[in-house]
């Protein structure tokens, strides 16, 4: 009985811990698909902001990726020697940093759209639950604001 109190302590009753060992796994059966693409799980999913955007200031792509500048700007340096984007401070605000995919960027985006049908068979989901989770998960995130 003296045990009940302790309850929420196990990992059983824990949401995070599914949520981070998912996370683990699926980034874990991404990096054979993106080895072939020499990607990072951080420099692809950058990459997929700036496929989606062509040209963002860093804050604004931290905030769409929920990365720090701290974690961001090792991967744009990385990405920038790769060639896939170029990174040049803004004409109207100088402090505003601004990263523009490059033709060859671009081309990337063409060798990648393998990735998500491999990976679709890495989730033991169907599309509709598939769905659903990207749903709660989207409403987890937004209920949490920005720290």
């Keep these: 009985m ?13 949401l995070c811990f599914p949520l981070y060992a998912c996370s683990k796994e699926i ?13 990072t799980y951080t420099q692809y999913i950058t990459m997929m902001a700036l496929w ?7 804050k604004e792509l931290g905030r769409c990726l929920y990365l720090d500048s701290g974690t ?9 020697s790769k060639g896939y ?5 803004s004409r109207e605000d100088e402090r505003n940093l601004i990263v523009t995919i490059t033709d060859r960027g671009k081309q990337l985006r063409e060798e990648a759209l393998s990735v998500p049908r491999n990976m ?3 989730i033991p989901l169907s599309p509709e639950e598939s769905g659903q989770l990207y ?3 989207y409403k987890v995130l937004g209920g949490m604001g920005e720290a």
Excluded at 2 to 14: A, I, M, N, V
Excluded at 27 to 39: A, F, N
Excluded at 72 to 80: F, G, I, Q
């Design 85 to 89: 984007l170029l990174r040049s401070r």
């Design 52 to 58: 989606e955007h062509h040209e963002m200031n860093v």
């Design 120 to 122: 679709a068979c890495n």
């Design 2 to 14: 003296g045990d009940d109190k302790y309850t929420c302590l196990k990992l059983e009753s824990q």
């Design 135 to 137: 749903t709660l998960l």
């Design 27 to 39: 980034i874990r059966r991404y990096k054979p698909y993106l080895d072939e693409l020499d990607l």
């Design 72 to 80: 961001l700007t090792p991967v744009l340096k990385k990405l920038e």
